[in-house]
T-cell receptor, first 115, second 115 residues
Framework: DAEITQSPRHKITETGRQVTLACHQT?????MFWYRQDLGHGLRLIHY???????NKGEVSDGYSVSRSNTEDLPLTLESAASSQTSVYFC??????????????FGPGTRLTVL | AQSVTQPDIHITVSEGASLELRCNYS??????LFWYVQSPGQGLQLLLK??????LVQGIKGFEAEFKRSQSSFNLRKPSVHWSDAAEYFC?????????????FGSGTRLSIRP
């Protein structure tokens, strides 16, 4: 069955380190998204991509970057981790072409702790 | 401005009782509406969605939601809750012909079930 996976599921790192969170989907979806989830804030969009070589900033993109070299993967990099980036990170994907609104399917999440 | 409001942060209902979770939105276009459920430590799972047509939408796990344009609401209902329904529920709003990145998530309602 098609799915979307994230790794690692849990990560503890130190302030200032570079961290990369992986997201892999086998839906063959065009669109991929990264969100962070914090108590009282729901989900906030970090970055998104509508296809290979396409990346865009979301609402809370400072300190994060993504790259899309193939359809299946959208890794999220924290350039220099900060304590404020302690959060749960979710990757999602959707099928529509042209980045039109469509149902998003979510991965299981990565819990990141920055000490 | 576009927004989604889930007025109830936490609701407790008895097992077997009926449930209604509220969602109100403000969106300047024909809305696409979603309800997701998040069990502890898990990702978001789509319960149901409304894009067009019948305003009463049936979803998985016995849930339904009704789109009321005049009230800008999309409330989630279940006639008889089970202990396994304890989770966090998120309402989300996008728009037809809008960018997939413009989906907005509410801050969530945590549902507890009283035995």
């Amino acid at each position: 069955d098609a799915e979307i996976t994230q790794s690692p599921r849990h990560k503890i790192t130190e302030t200032g380190r570079q961290v990369t969170l992986a997201c892999h989907q086998t839906w063959n979806h065009n669109n991929m998204f990264w969100y962070r989830q914090d108590l009282g804030h729901g989900l906030r969009l970090i970055h998104y991509s509508y296809g290979v070589q396409d990346t865009n900033k979301g609402e809370v993109s400072d300190g994060y970057s993504v790259s899309r070299s193939n359809t299946e993967d959208l890794p999220l990099t924290l350039e220099s981790a900060a304590s404020s980036q302690t959060s749960v990170y979710f990757c999602a994907s959707s099928e529509s072409s042209g980045g039109d609104t469509d149902t998003q399917y979510f991965g299981p999440g990565t819990r990141l702790t920055v000490l | 401005a576009q927004s989604v409001t889930q007025p109830d942060i936490h609701i407790t209902v008895s097992e077997g009782a009926s449930l209604e979770l509220r969602c109100n939105y403000s969106y300047g276009a024909t809305p696409y509406l979603f309800w997701y459920v998040q069990s502890p430590g898990q990702g978001l799972q789509l319960l149901l969605k409304y894009f067009s047509g019948d305003t009463l939408v049936q979803g998985i796990k016995g849930f339904e939601a009704e789109f009321k344009r005049s009230q800008s609401s999309f409330n989630l209902r279940k006639p008889s809750v089970h202990w396994s329904d304890a989770a966090e529920y998120f309402c989300a709003v996008g728009a037809k012909y809008s960018s997939a990145s413009k989906i907005i998530f509410g801050s969530g309602t945590r549902l507890s079930i009283r035995p």
